[in-house]
């Protein structure tokens, strides 16, 4: 049975959901991402998904089975990566890979909307890159830009969170939290290896429509502590400065939230 939070403040919908199992979080995961696609394809004409790395991928399984994998609209879905470690993409390491064997592969997404780093550059060519294709994407209006804050608004971030509280590539105490300039960047010291990753900035993450926080796992539970819980630490985990434009939904389950 899932435990609901729902809060609004400052006209910005919080909501965290915490279910028995792993398993739970991924049924859940693929009907909201399913009916954000069906609402966005509808309205838009296409659906701009950002994926992250890490666990999320294996949480997007469901999508892959009816009724989802045949009823999504797969060829209006846009894909791009909320972070990427600087590595060639059929490296261990890399994000995409990692989305293409477990998810991009199964499904009918058309490879020219999918856009991953160029993998050819360094880490700052690759992040100046990247930057230059969201600005494409954004003239071209398959990226919306966002009316509040001028950085591109994605339709849906799939986020996780590593258990020291970081999100995408952007770590706790780094500088890079706090760029509000560029709409990528890269980081050459990432405390997690490979240390040369890129990373979209916080103002393009809370930028988005919509975030799904997915974060499951005892080892994530002091974190989830510290940002859901009554923490009196002044210290700002990454995961506290997710706040989107529009709604932040977090998928917990009963690992992760043991400690709230
Ligand atoms: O290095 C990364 O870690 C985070 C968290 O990964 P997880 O396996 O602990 O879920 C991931 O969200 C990010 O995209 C990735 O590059």
Sequence with gaps: MAEITTAKTAGKKKEVE??????????????????LSEKFCKERGCFTVVLSGGSLIESLRKLLEPPYVDSIEWSKWHVLWV??????????????KLAYDGFLAQVPIL???????????????AAEDYETCLKHLVNMKVIEASSVSGFPKFDLMLLGMGPDGHVASLFPGHQLCNENEKWVTCIKDS??????????????????AYIAL???????AVAVQRALG??????????QMVS???????FLDKDAASKL
């Design 244 to 250: 989107p434009e529009g709604e932040l939904k977090w």
């Design 191 to 208: 405390p997690k290896p490979p240390p040369e990753r890129i990373t979209f900035t916080f103002p393009v993450i809370n930028s988005s």
């Design 111 to 125: 490879p020219g909307n999918v856009y991953a780093i160029n993998d050819a550059l360094s880490a700052e060519g």
């Design 18 to 35: 915490v279910f028995d199992s792993e398993e739970a979080v991924a049924v859940s995961l693929a009907k909201y991402t399913a009916d």
């Design 83 to 96: 972070d990427e470690r600087v590595v060639p993409k059929d490296h261990v390491d890399s994000n995409y």
């Design 214 to 220: 997915v974060i499951c796992g005892a080892a994530e």
């Design 230 to 239: 009554k923490d009196q630490n002044s210290d700002v985990l990454p995961v």
